[in-house]
């Protein structure tokens, strides 16, 4: 009997070791970092700074917040050097710092390294990138851009400073070994086609990841973009993703193009500095600081692509009165 049990515990041991052995030796499987340089002409990194600032804003997880102004800007000192924490309090599987990405800690990396991590989700160590880092869509947008972004990121100031690890709980550590891939990069629409080049917009920027409602893992649980999703930070509710779908009662389908444009350029960046939202009165997660910097042509295809999404009826109360 005892020699059965033995065997059979033995027997698991060895294929639970090798499931081990396949994820850490196979995974995560993706091809080595391109040898290249991407040259950094003037304008490249103009365009590379426009997508990290304003578009794909980078910068709003990778940067330290002002915490009691409305939009929460980054604090200017701490731009690209990372330290953001995403915790089990706001429903993580553990401890998710995002990364210092300025000169002062990415001096090392090649451009090819660079590239890998931020379109396939492997750090320059071979560590697999927590998909709040959100590589699977960049893997799929213009390759261009991508080598925009990276230009841009050589010339930032440097920020010299130690983030503490990220620490991913017991199975997401393991499983998500399985989620990086290798991009599959492709032409960006032209802006003449403004529904086909906003949706390319919409995937560049993640609104969906905001305005789509997900359950603790990350999978997306609700209609896109019908909002609803709540936002908390330690201890209270911040507010919850409007519902941006063309809904004409809940959602903005009565919004006309010149409302949407304006919606984003009522104030501007340095408007959002001087705005205080004390802690207790209602502040948001929608970085508005940073959009507010997009051009009205890009605002207005987004505007055009969200006009064709599936409308959704959901009423969502965004600010709580408290
Ligand atoms: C929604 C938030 C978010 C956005 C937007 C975002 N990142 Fe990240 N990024 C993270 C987090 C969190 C990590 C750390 C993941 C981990 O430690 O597993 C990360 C990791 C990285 C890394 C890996 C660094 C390292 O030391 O391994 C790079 C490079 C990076 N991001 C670049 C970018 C660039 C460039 C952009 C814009 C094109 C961007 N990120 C946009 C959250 C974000
Ligand atoms: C980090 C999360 C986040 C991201 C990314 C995000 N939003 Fe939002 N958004 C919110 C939240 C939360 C609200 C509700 C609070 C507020 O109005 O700021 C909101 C509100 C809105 C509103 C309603 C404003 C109103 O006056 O009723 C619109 C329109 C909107 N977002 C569009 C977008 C678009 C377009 C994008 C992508 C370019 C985007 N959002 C990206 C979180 C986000």
Redesign the pocket.
Known sequence: MGKWVAIVVGGIAVVVGGAFAVLYTVFPMVSEAESIRIERSTDRVTRGQYLAQHVFVCIDCHSEREPDLYSMPPIRSLEFGGGVAYTREMGLPGTIVSRNISPGALREWSDGEIVRAIAAGVSRDGRPLFPLMPYHAYGTLDREDINAVVAYMRVITPVNRPIPDTKVDFPVNLLMRLMPRDPTFRTKPHPRDPVAYGRYL?TS???G???TQRDAQGNLTGPEFGGGQE?LVPERLL????N?TPDTDTG?GAWTKDA?IA?FKSRTEADYRAMPAPRGQPN?????WG?TGMTPEDLGA?YEYLRTVAPVKNQVV??EAR
Do not use: E, K, L, N
Not at 284 to 288: E, H, Q
């Open positions: 919409v920027a993640g609104c990841d905001c305005h936002f507010a919850r993703s409007a941006i903005i949407f919606r948001t997660v929608m970085p508005w959009y987004i965004t600010f």
